[in-house]
């Protein structure tokens, strides 16, 4: 099992500080991955626990990956519909070369009314939109002249492409999943989610000849026998990376959650 944490990109935890002292405490604590989300444009009436403070995800994780080595670095999730293409798809390529190929590339569709209206987007396209940028990104990663608009251009820099995991719920994140993606990466209690995990690998077998990996959320454990009972029922479920999240307020909270992490690792 592969386990990363989540680390708050939103309200007063949010400070560069707190962040890289997390950050580093996880790396060297062996943790697989760290991830932030996405958030563009928090409403006053919705901002109960961030104050409307959200740092961008794509900036964020390329400072994270400046100020670490080993620990992968991951998007849960970004919100493709509200991004252009080509702008976008520069981003993830640069990140993913600048940060020696550590980006884990989690996407999803939105959900939010407030952010689709602030961007000035049609919330119902948000499926279709993601599809199109899904199969842009693709194209970027595997032709060296693209076209866009008409006009072809390079494409470069052309790192490997980064695993793409698509979040949200079945049947419409699982069947994005098999067209255009790695692995799913849904929300949910685990004994809910393990029939839809056990379709979504057994057509991804068949349909793509390999087998999808699923992501998922898991509450911190507060000792070393939750946590490995916890990872025995995720990866009994079909589960192969858990990303652990927890409340804290400040970086030291995390250190006895990493003590824990650190050993079920070994």
């Keep these: 099992m592969k386990i990363g944490i989540n680390i708050r990109v939103m309200g007063p935890q949010s400070s560069r500080e707190i ?7 996880a790396e060297q604590a062996g943790i697989e991955s ?13 901002a109960e626990g961030s104050d409307g403070r959200y740092l961008d995800p794509l900036t964020t994780l390329a400072w994270m ?12 999730v970004l919100i493709l519909p509200y991004r252009p293409k ?14 020696a190929g550590r ?13 689709f209206r602030a961007l000035g987007i049609d919330r119902r396209q948000r499926g279709k939109m993601t599809d199109s940028m899904l199969s842009f990104l693709h194209d970027c990663f595997s032709n060296e002249v693209m076209i866009a608009n008409e006009q072809p251009f390079l494409f470069k820099p052309q790192p490997v492409r980064p695993p793409i995991y698509i979040g949200g719920d079945a049947p419409h994140a699982i069947e994005r999943a098999l067209s255009y993606g790695d692995g799913w990466l849904p929300m949910g209690k685990v004994s809910k989610l393990a029939a839809q995990i056990a379709d979504y690998k057994s057509r991804s077998l068949e349909e793509r000849e390999q087998v999808g990996e699923v992501v998922t959320f898991m509450e911190a454990p507060s000792d070393l026998a939750q946590g ?14 858990v990303i652990v999240g927890q409340k804290y307020t400040s970086a030291k909270q995390w250190l006895p959650t ?3 992490l650190s050993q079920l690792t070994q």
């Design 258 to 260: 990493l003590d824990i």
């Design 228 to 241: 490995e009972a916890r990872l025995a029922e995720y990866a009994a479920a079909g589960i192969d990376r």
């Design 103 to 115: 980006l884990l590339l989690g996407i999803g569709v939105g959900w939010m009314g407030a952010e």
């Design 86 to 99: 080509l702008p976008t798809a520069k981003a993830i390529a640069t990140l993913q070369e600048l940060s």
């Design 34 to 46: 760290a991830w932030v989300v996405d958030h563009i444009a928090i409403p006053p009436d919705d």
């Design 19 to 25: 962040i890289r002292e997390v950050l580093i405490n």
């Design 65 to 76: 990956a400046g100020q670490t080595q080993t620990i992968k670095i991951g998007t849960s």
